[in-house]
């Protein structure tokens, strides 16, 4: 069977039903460790200066821009921006919140 159909979910080859695994280093530690909450810090520290220098970049928009083509891509830039940061102010509220901060 190349693509095993139970239900209405298809599942891809290889796949047998079984729950994905978590991954990643604040899955791993046991809740409440000393340990996490530095990491919790660390990230934190990490993401406050990711912001920074996000919104050092997300400069207005270039009146002077030459064409179309210009102002597209100055758009298309800003909005990648907004959106990192936007991603990255989330999980800072998350964090400052598991950490008591908030």
Do not use: H
Not at 17 to 28: F, I, Q, T, V, Y
Request: proline share 7%.
């Amino acid at each position: 069977m190349t693509a095993a159909k139970r239900g209405s979910l298809r599942l891809p080859l290889g796949s047998r039903g079984s729950p994905p695994r978590k991954a990643g280093p604040m899955s791993e530690k046991g809740a409440g460790r000393p340990d996490d909450d530095d990491d919790r810090r660390e990230r934190l520290r990490e993401i406050e200066q990711s912001l920074e220098r996000l919104r050092a970049d997300l400069v207005p928009p270039r009146e002077d821009a030459g064409d179309n083509i210009d102002s597209a891509q100055n758009l298309t830039a800003r909005e990648e921006i907004a959106g990192q940061i936007e991603l990255l102010e989330y999980e800072r509220e998350r964090l400052r919140s598991a950490l008591g901060l908030t």
